[in-house]
């Protein structure tokens, strides 16, 4: 995800996003705690994806 595209979305859209891109953080978590995770790398994806949603409320806050 490209910040471009978060800056173009509203609040209510980047809140939940946030809440989605955790959500799917969870699952990846749990997944690779039991070993069935394929690509362990996608949890770094979505760590970045979350701090960029994140920064770019904060921009929006300010």
């Known amino acids: 995800m490209k ?9 209510e859209e980047l809140s939940s996003k ?3 891109l955790k ?3 969870f ?5 690779h705690a039991i070993n069935q ?3 362990p790398h996608k949890i770094e ?3 970045r994806d979350i701090a960029r949603v994140m920064t770019i409320l904060h921009e ?3």
């Open 60 to 62: 929006k806050n300010a």
């Open 37 to 39: 995770l394929e690509n």
């Open 27 to 31: 699952n990846l978590r749990f997944q």
């Open 23 to 25: 959500k799917e953080l």
């Open 18 to 20: 946030l809440a989605e």
């Open 3 to 11: 910040a471009n595209e978060l800056r173009a979305m509203t609040q």
């Open 45 to 47: 994806e979505v760590k």
